[in-house]
């Protein structure tokens, strides 16, 4: 049972054993032909005596939701290995005897990772890979320095557990017999004294081991739901005395006549609800005045024993408990995961699973959500179709379909879905080919009402797509377009008549062109020009039309000019510049050297003062009112008007200039 032990200690031994010139070896202590091993125990030339290790499979078939316990891992074991032996949705628990949990515990699923506990560090595995069925696992190398319990958390049918450790000694115990106790603790309501016969008491203690080993376990990790065991009062059992027992000198009885024992009230309930326990509290008080004396006054043993009483037995409230979220469906894109809501009620410090209408007055979490671990590459079609490969007949278009990812870059198409992948080839037909004129029929009406006029039709040269000269196989005997035709002599007849129209006013892009429309009266042999009023019951033909060379491609527009900044002394004035396409959408298509300006000077010459003629020097030495910076009040402004104004617009133009 123990194999991966037993694999690592067949390498250890194949590794030390080399092979030397002539025959001989090296042993596991180093000298040339020596035969020693390691042993299963890890003592070079060991005999297996030194250590035992304890293995075995936890098979047992459970019934409730909740902790059980496992196997007991005792102080000082090593190379611990617990591990389930298939993939389930139970979960692996580990606490230590001083009620503290490790892993697991208070119904909370830690993440897989390394924890310490008892001494040493256990390392958590849940492989959650969605072809994985390997089962959970704890793993640590040891020793631990106190006892240790694993437990399952059962929801689903057990896989089985498989546990194995190693304890160094020869009197190491079996995980079917529980650890050693300190003389007088308590065990199934018995109290094992020194003096007891060691035989008998681990006797007994096995057997009631074997039949808890494998019970139920409390259902939430706390330190008040470790098990523990009612002590009997001394005087309700007998313990059998050894042949050198010693009783001890009788102690005189101290007489309590005016003292009794009395019930003083009760302890408070241990829970809130779910069925709690409390106790009967008794205290010491005078027989007549019942007031509350030391307890030394009463006689200690006739002090009653408390006896268990049960409280708040109504259940708790029902809560939700809810599992955890299992793997996502997909690897990539939006999946779907799922976890276990159940409704569960505390009663009796256990926690049971009840119909879900208990939980009705709380909102039930979701059991299903959306998950999306990353996003999927995706095709995209980069560009359009190809023209068909041939003029005429079938031939074939493409376009380019790539595999990108959500970083927008081209990956190979297998991270992509093949079967989504939209075509980048597909057969075109251009229509038959063939070599002859092909003929539309004669049109209906006559280009004249009445006198002479012609009859059209389109004549074309189809070839086949291989042939390089445009006439091949057509010959040159083109078919006629036009036939006479005559709906008889025209006699005073009055219609307009439309000359042929005038050249298109531009060369390129929409233009317009004109033609000379007039009212006539047509003869057999002459045409009478008419007023117009003469043909306004006919409906006059268009005398202006659109017309549309070719495209002129992209083009420079621009708006006008906007006043200047400044009416002298160099401002600048700006229009907006645009580059259009043929339907004055904006395009990037101009040739940037051609673009015309969008900005240019204005108005350079210098402001010219306007002259007041009030405004004048009345003393030749204004300059040095100037110098003197006088010009700040207004009796020197006055008096040299011209002189201060000059030299106030030559400071406004160069603060203007800056």
Known sequence: MFVSYLILTLLHVQTAMVARPGGESIGCDDYLGSDKVVDKCGVCGGDNTGCQVVSGVFKHALTSLGYHRVVEIPQG??????????????YLALRSRSGRSIINGNWAIDRPGKYEGGGTMFTYKRPNEISSTAGESFLAEG?????LDVYMIHQQPNPGVHYEYVIMGTNAISPQVPPHRRPGESFNGQLVTESRSQ?????KEGTKEKTDLHGEAPDIFASETARTFSVRHPDRFSPRQPDNFVPPAPQPPRRSRDHNWKQLGMTECSTTCGKGSQYPIFRCVHRNTHEEA??????????????????????????????????????????????????????????LTVQPYRCQHLEKPETTSTCQLKICSEWQIR????SCSVPCGVGQRTRDVKCVSNLGDMVDDDECNMKLRPNDIENCDMGPCAKGWFLTEWSERCSAECGAGVRTRSVVCMTNHVSSLPLEGCGNNRPAEATPCDNGPCTGKVEWFAGSWSQCSIECGSGTQQREVICVRKNTDTFEVLDPYECSFLEKPPSQQSC??????????????????KSCQSGFRVREVRCLADDMTLSNLCDPQLKPEERESCNPQDCVPEVDENCKDKYY?????VQARLCVYNYYKTACCASCTRVANRQAGFLGSR
């Open 77 to 90: 074991a090593t190379k611990i290995n617990i591990t389930e032996m298939y993939k389930s949705n139970n």
């Open 199 to 203: 035989e008998e008491a681990e006797e």
């Open 548 to 565: 549309h060379l070719k495209p002129c491609g992209a083009k420079w527009f621009n708006t006008e000019w906007s006043m200047c900044s």
């Open 383 to 386: 560009t359009d179709w190809t």
């Open 621 to 625: 030495n204004c300059n040095v009112v």
């Open 143 to 147: 020793p631990t320095n106190e006892i």
């Open 294 to 351: 030391p307890e030394s006054y009463c006689d200690s043993s006739m002090k009653p024993t408390p006896e268990e009483e049960p409280c708040n037995l109504f259940p708790c409230p029902a809560f939700w408990d809810i599992g955890e979220w299992s793997e996502c469906s997909k690897t990539c894109g939006l999946g779907m995961q799922h976890r276990q809501v159940l409704c569960r009620q505390v009663y009796a410090n256990r926690s």
